[in-house]
Structure formats: structure tokens, C-alpha cells
């Protein structure tokens, strides 16, 4: 089943070069729009989608890392990001869909389901949260301590994606990269090999390079929101919050305020799974979504 936009293509703004790289996931039935995580492309989430295909339909917008020529100095905070996901479904006259975010991408799902303009319906019926970038508190304080004393890009993770290995000679090549890395040990082959695919660029000599910028990776990581508690109290629609079991983002206790600051949410966290869980456990994270949105 092919997904098509419902209005005329917009002029050739960056805006539409990202509507134009529009990801379709495929499968039968409401649509879902999935907001993918920092680094992951969309098309990482094949496994999950083909576990959702005989109830819903998986459709992603890249997030702007993903369009060509654009730069991190563009979008010095992640509400950019935010607001390219609103105008990019808005553009397509899409309203009452189901939204479903990892990691970056349930906050940015999160922030457009809170954003409103006179004479548009709620973009989202439903959200699905799967392990959101939400911080517990104190280490929102110590982000906020190196960002004043300019070392935001100094934190492991973005000194990691600074330094993450960007070509290799073949996707063979690549695909044997990661299969030694710990982060993937719980992907089975198949999953990776949906990474690696999606993820990387063949270049005219027939060696590959990642297509998501380790610049804009570290970026990110170092620009993480941190008055993201002022807006969850906001949410009014109906949410799930997914948690990997043994996820080192979105920890118990943060799953646990949200539970009482949110009465209206469901939770549910999956066994043996970390913050990857889409990849690590495509079916049971799939399951927990069909169950919320029966």
C-alpha cells in the first residue's frame, strides 16, 4: 500500500525537499507517523513497521539531519526540528493521525502535539512515546551548568558521534562494523542489516558513508532540551510511554512522575530491552503499541 499526499507539492524550500523524502513504511490501516531517534533513520524501523503492517500504516518524515545541505547551525535548539515535523504534515493536510516518537523523535512528536494554530485540527489523536528524551531533574541541572560553561559537546556521547567512523569499503563492510559493537548485540541481523541500509549512502567508487552527519548527531546530543517537565504537564491526548527495561535515557523514576503528573497516561516498559527497543525487540515493542491503541 503507497501513501500519497493529499494537496499540491509546495515550492522547492528546503521544507519541501524534507516532505519530498517522505518514508513510507508500509502496512494496512490508520496511519501512523514514527519520528525516528538521533542517528536512526527512519528506515531502522522496518521490523517494527512490519510488525504493525496488518493493523497500521508507517509513514516518517527525516528529521532535517537527514536533508541534504542542511546544517547544524541552523537549528541551535531542537524546537526547529519540532516545528519542520508540524508544517511537514500540515503541508500534506494530515490531522487526527496516530503519532509514535523515539528517542528525539517523542520529544519532537510530544512538542507538535502541543503546538496550535487558529483553524487546524490536533495533528494527533494518540502518541506513542518510546523511550522520550526526558531527563530526571538533576541531571537536567548539570546540562544546564556545562552549557553555561560552554562544554556541551564535550559529554560522551557527542565526543562519541564526533568520532564514529563515517565510510567503509562496502555495506559488508559496515554491517561487520556494527555487528561487534555492544549497542547492537540485541539487534538480530536483520534489523542491522535495516540500519546499515537505510543508514548509509553508496558514493560513485562503490564505498559507503553514513548518510546521517556525526555532526549534526553531536549537535544534538549536546542541545538536549532541558525545560522539556514545563511542557509534558501540557499533554492532554491520549499517550503511552514506553520504556526499554534496561534503558539508561528514560529512567524508572521519570516513568513513574510522568505516571502521577499524567493520570490520563498509560505506561509500559519491555522486558530485556534498552533505549533501542524498537530494534531490539520489534515485536513486543509492537504488541505494547497495538495493545495501547486497541
Known amino acids: 500500500m ?3 499526499p493529499a494537496i499540491k507539492r509546495p515550492a522547492a524550500t528546503d521544507e519541501a525537499l524534507a516532505q519530498d523524502l517522505l518514508v513510507d513504511l508500509g502496512g494496512h490501516g490508520p496511519l501512523l507517523h514514527l519520528a525516528h531517534a538521533n542517528g536512526f533513520p527512519p528506515g531502522s524501523y522496518r521490523r517494527l513497521a512490519r510488525a504493525l503492517a496488518d493493523d497500521y500504516h508507517l509513514v516518517a518524515l527525516p528529521a532535517r539531519p537527514l536533508w541534504p545541505g542542511s546544517r ?24 487526527g493521525i496516530i503519532g509514535v516518537g523515539h528517542s528525539l523523535g517523542g520529544v519532537l512528536t510530544l512538542w507538535a502535539a502541543l503546538a496550535s494554530r487558529a483553524g487546524r485540527p490536533d495533528l494527533f489523536r494518540a502518541l506513542v512515546l518510546i523511550d522520550p528524551v526526558i531527563l530526571p531533574r538533576p541531571w537536567l541541572w548539570g546540562l544546564r551548568l556545562l552549557r553555561r560553561l560552554g562544554l556541551e559537546e564535550q559529554q560522551p556521547l557527542a565526543q562519541g558521534a564526533l568520532h564514529r567512523r563515517r565510510t567503509w569499503p562496502d555495506r559488508q563492510a559496515c554491517f561487520d562494523h556494527y555487528r561487534a559493537k555492544a549497542v547492537f548485540a540485541r539487534w538480530s541481523d536483520a534489523a542491522l542489516w535495516d540500519y546499515v541500509e537505510s543508514g548509509t549512502a553508496v558514493e560513485a567508487h562503490g564505498s559507503v558513508r553514513l548518510r546521517y552527519p556525526p555532526e549534526w548527531e553531536a549537535h544534538i546530543f549536546g ?55 524498537p530494534m531490539e525487540k520489534p515485536d513486543e515493542t509492537a504488541a505494547a503499541i497495538r495493545a495501547f491503541l486497541k
Open 2 to 4: 503507497t501513501w500519497r
Open 72 to 95: 547544524p547551525a541552523e537549528a541551535l535548539t531542537w524546537r526547529p526540528l519540532a516545528d519542520d515535523l508540524v508544517r511537514g504534515l500540515d503541508a500534506r493536510g494530515l490531522a
Open 223 to 277: 542541545t538536549v532540551p532541558l525545560d522539556i517537565w514545563r511542557d509534558v504537564t501540557r499533554l492532554r491526548v491520549p499517550v503511552l510511554f514506553l520504556r526499554g527495561e534496561t534503558s539508561h535515557t528514560f529512567r524508572p523514576g521519570v516513568l513513574a512522575r510522568l505516571a502521577h503528573l499524567l493520570p490520563h497516561a498509560a505506561t509500559a516498559t519491555i522486558a530485556g530491552a534498552g533505549h533501542l527497543l
